[in-house]
């Protein structure tokens, strides 16, 4: 598994930290909230993301991408491989992820972030 480089492009989008919680995830966020999280050690699963319900609809239909257990109501999606998604589109998904969650923080912490 590729973490470093899931962990290298997160990690370049502005304002994100790090941390590892619940065992081996090693989790993204921005001002606090996740937007990603990769699995640092062998798992069923490698890379869970938040998208937009129209992109969950999509990818949930591709082999290999699955709701992601606890957070499918909040439309993240969980690839169970490497290349379940090319990596173009896997950044792609992820600056979205970053997006959507950054959209939906106070607008006094959006602008304490610019």
Not at 31 to 46: N, R, S, V
Not at 64 to 69: F, L
Not at 71 to 95: G, H, N, S, Y
């Amino acid at each position: 598994m590729d973490v470093d480089w899931v962990r290298r492009y997160c990690m370049a989008l502005p304002h994100t930290t790090e941390t590892v919680q619940w065992g081996a995830n090693l989790v993204f966020k921005i001002a606090g909230k996740i937007y990603a999280m990769a699995e640092l050690e062998a798992a069923d699963h490698w890379v869970s993301f938040k998208c937009s319900p129209e992109d969950f609809a999509e990818l949930c239909e591709r082999k290999g991408i699955i709701p992601a257990p606890y957070l499918a109501r909040a439309q993240w999606v969980t690839l169970e491989t490497e290349d379940a998604i090319p990596r173009p589109e896997l950044k792609r998904l992820l600056r979205q992820a970053y997006d959507l969650v950054f959209a939906r923080l106070p607008k006094k912490t959006q602008a304490g972030l610019k």
